[in-house]
């Protein structure tokens, strides 16, 4: 079975056609389980005050309509992967910035920033240089911090929702 499993993903390297890794869905039915509507609720909307908001900048905001419009216009599913686990896991770290170490919500985006950290690792053994200019671009804007200017406030529900929606449309099929 395991030969089998290697011989298609050397075709599939050979074709140049896009496969997610084994321990990238195992991550992402991780990450899942984790991103349940009951988690979500209690920890980022009931732990938090009333119409609480995080300042992320424009582009950290990845909904399933950019997705949309990004596949339409050609990139690659590996390219928009790559570009989910860069906004994702900034929006992770944008919330777990603002709570203090004894807020209720702690250990849940601790975990969550631990999952996104062994994604990471698996997005680091396969090479990204085919990564199309628009999402390379994308992700520079996500990483750099003088985009202030550009910045909007949403709820840290609303962002692990966007989370959830993308990584399912991304990673239902392959995984």
């Known amino acids: ?33 984790k991103l349940r509507y009951e988690m979500r609720l209690q920890y980022m909307k009931h732990y938090f005050p009333i119409d ?26 590996a390219a928009l992967r790559y570009l989910w686990f860069h906004v994702s896991s900034q929006a992770v770290l944008r ?16 975990e969550l920033c631990q999952l996104f950290d062994a994604l990471g690792e698996e997005y680091s053994k396969y090479r990204q240089t085919d990564v199309e200019a628009v999402v390379a671009d994308l992700v520079k804007l996500v990483h750099s911090a003088g985009a202030e200017s550009r910045s909007k406030a949403v709820r840290p529900k609303a962002l692990l929702d966007n989370c959830l929606k993308v990584m399912r449309m991304l990673y239902g099929v392959p995984c």
């Open 1 to 33: 079975m395991q030969q089998g499993y290697a011989a298609v993903l050397c075709v599939l390297a050979v074709l140049g056609l896009e496969a997610t890794a084994p321990g990238e869905c195992e991550l992402t039915r991780l990450l899942q389980d």
């Open 95 to 110: 919330i777990r910035e603002v709570l203090p170490e004894k807020h209720p919500s702690w250990k849940y985006t601790q």
């Open 52 to 77: 609480y908001t995080v300042q992320v900048q424009y582009e950290e905001v990845l909904r399933p309509s950019n997705i949309t419009r990004l596949r339409n216009g050609t990139v690659s599913e």
